[in-house]
């Protein structure tokens, strides 16, 4: 069963009251949701696929807290929050939230675009359902 997803605005909050937020000139959020497309269409440009219903997700708990601390040592990164869904989810449900605060905007975003990457691409397991 899928988890409620957080409040970016508590989120926030949080970043702006913590010890670090002094060092942070921008936070950015990440926020993943499935799609009705499929991932080979989008990226690949396979058609005939069908739609999207649903995803199985699953992640690597420790990876994703090990991804977090190691970008937390990137150039100008001073804040990491993630968060991870798990289970059945349909089209249009949060698949992840990652928050990423530092110094200047380059940081942030490249932070932000490295981290989603390495969760996506090493640390979950997402299964296509197509209706």
């Given amino acids: ?27 950015l959020v990440h926020n993943g949701v499935v799609r009705v497309t499929p991932k080979a269409q989008v990226r690949e440009g396979k058609e005939g696929l069908g739609d999207v219903a649903q995803v199985e997700f699953s992640y690597d708990e420790a990876g994703v807290a090990a991804a977090v601390e190691e970008a937390l040592t990137w150039p100008g990164v001073y804040y990491v929050k993630t968060w991870l869904n798990e289970g059945v989810l349909s089209v249009g449900d949060s698949i992840m939230y990652v928050l990423i605060g530092a110094d200047i905007r380059p940081n942030c975003i490249d932070a932000l675009q490295k981290l989603v990457g390495k969760i996506k691409n090493d640390l979950v397991v997402e299964k296509e359902i197509y209706a």
């Fill in 1 to 27: 069963m899928a988890k409620q997803a957080p409040s970016m605005d508590q989120w926030l909050e949080e970043a702006k009251a913590s010890d670090v937020a002094e060092q942070c000139g921008m936070f």
